[in-house]
C-alpha cells in the first residue's frame, strides 16, 4: 500500500499522492503482524443510552461495525439518528469505508469497490496500491459525522479519519511509520465523500480529504 489516507502526502495514507515518500522505523513498541488476509466480522449495537440499530429495505443500517483483515481493525461508526432518505446511502457509506480499510490491510484493491464507486473513484484508491510492498496493522477509523440529503439527488457526508494507530509493514516483516513530504504524520483526515443517487446503482462519486482534526 502506498500511503494510508491522505490528499497530497505518502503512503500509509490510501487517497494521497503517488510522490515518494518517507518513512520512520519503530520496531520496539509497535504490534507485531498477524499475516492472513481473511476477515472476522463483528457489529455491536450501540449503547444503550443511544437508539437501536434500524433497517432500510433489505440491509441492516447499524451504528458501529467492525471489521478485522489481518492485523487491521476496521472502524466505522455513523450518526445517530439518520433520516429516513439517508440510510440507503449510509448503508452504502459504511460498505465503502469497510472496502477501503481491506484495500489498506491487504495492499490490494477490494473488488466490491467497483460496485460502490465511481470508476474515477476507484481508480483514486487502487493507485496507491503497490503490489508486493507493504500492508498496514492497527486500527482504523472511520466517523461520519454529518449527513446531508437531497432527495433523488445525491448525499453528501462529512467523515472524520482517525489514522493515527495505523502501522505499516515491509515484505521482510519489519514495522515503519509512513511520514509526508515534509517529515510529519497525518494521524487525523476530514473527509468529505458524495453519494450519488440519480442513477441505476448509487455510488461514492466523490471523495476529497484534508489533513486536519474533526
Given at each position: ?43 455491536t449495537q450501540p449503547p444503550t443510552t443511544a437508539p437501536t440499530a434500524t433497517r432500510s429495505g433489505p440491509a441492516p443500517l447499524l451504528e458501529h461495525t467492525t471489521y478485522t483483515y489481518g492485523g487491521l481493525k476496521v472502524v466505522v461508526n455513523l450518526p445517530a439518528n439518520i ?132
Amino acid at each position: 500500500m502506498k500511503h494510508a489516507l491522505a490528499t497530497a502526502t505518502c503512503a500509509a495514507l490510501l487517497l494521497g499522492s503517488l510522490t515518494a515518500c518517507g518513512s520512520s522505523d519503530s520496531k520496539s513498541t509497535l504490534p507485531a503482524y498477524t499475516g492472513g488476509s481473511t476477515p472476522s466480522a463483528t457489529t455491536t449495537q450501540p449503547p444503550t443510552t443511544a437508539p437501536t440499530a434500524t433497517r432500510s429495505g433489505p440491509a441492516p443500517l447499524l451504528e458501529h461495525t467492525t471489521y478485522t483483515y489481518g492485523g487491521l481493525k476496521v472502524v466505522v461508526n455513523l450518526p445517530a439518528n439518520i433520516p429516513a432518505e439517508s440510510r440507503p446511502s449510509m448503508i452504502l457509506a459504511s460498505d465503502f469505508f469497510q472496502g477501503v480499510g481491506k484495500t489498506m490491510a491487504e495492499n490490494t484493491l477490494d473488488p466490491s469497490l467497483t460496485k460502490l464507486a465511481s470508476p474515477k473513484v476507484v481508480k483514486y484508491i487502487g493507485g496507491a496500491v503497490v503490489p508486493g510492498s507493504v500492508q498496514a496493522i492497527g486500527s482504523l477509523i472511520f466517523t461520519i459525522r454529518q449527513v446531508q440529503t437531497v432527495v433523488g439527488a445525491s448525499t453528501r457526508a462529512t467523515v472524520c479519519v482517525d489514522q493515527s494507530k495505523v502501522i505499516q509493514v515491509r515484505k521482510d516483516g519489519s514495522h515503519f511509520l509512513d511520514v509526508d513530504n515534509k517529515g510529519k504524520r497525518i494521524p487525523m483526515l476530514k473527509m468529505t465523500g458524495t453519494i450519488s443517487q440519480g442513477m441505476t446503482i448509487p455510488q461514492m462519486t466523490r471523495l476529497t480529504s484534508v489533513a486536519e482534526a474533526c
